[in-house]
């Protein structure tokens, strides 16, 4: 009796086992992997990490922030690798990922608050980032940031 209660119990684990493994091996979604590479270039900015920001994003990337300014990759990595900002606070939230084939959009919320030159600042914007899987690598092609019209 115990026998062939243990052999359906053994052979359900088993199947389970196998399961989780197999699930742990699947690859990511397009989303899921976007996500996480939104993750990594919001922290490389806090940190001021050159050289991430460098690989994350496009040759060609434009961004517009929230004066309506506009940077190439080079002037926005100048910009925001300024030793006088101290970010303290860098938070997204609200994110959705729309896949279209090797571009994905992303929009969310986004705030942030530092020193810059030593004067306190504080931004609650609202974001759109276009990523593009180009060769096999996703990077950032275009970003623009804006204010709410609530604020």
Excluded: C
Aim: hydrophobic share 40%; aromatic share 10%; charged share 20%.
């Amino acid at each position: 009796m115990k026998i062939r209660i243990a052999v359906p119990v053994i052979a359900l684990l088993a199947v389970w086992a196998l399961d989780s493994a197999v699930a742990q091996t699947k690859p990511e979604t397009g989303s899921a992997v976007i996500l996480r590479l939104e993750a990594k270039w919001n922290a490389a900015y806090d940190r001021g990490d050159i050289a991430t920001m460098n690989s994350l994003l496009a040759d060609d990337f434009i961004i517009t922030v929230e004066d309506g300014s506009t940077f190439s990759k080079s002037g926005y990595i100048a910009h925001y690798g300024d030793t006088t900002v101290h970010v303290e606070t860098s938070e997204m939230s609200d994110l959705k990922v729309r896949m279209h084939g090797k571009t994905a959009v992303v929009t969310g919320a986004y705030h942030e608050k530092g020193t810059t030159k030593g004067k306190p600042y504080e931004y609650r914007d609202r974001f759109t980032d276009v990523w593009m899987s180009m060769n096999g690598t996703w990077q950032v092609i275009a970003s623009h940031y804006s204010i709410p019209a609530s604020q």
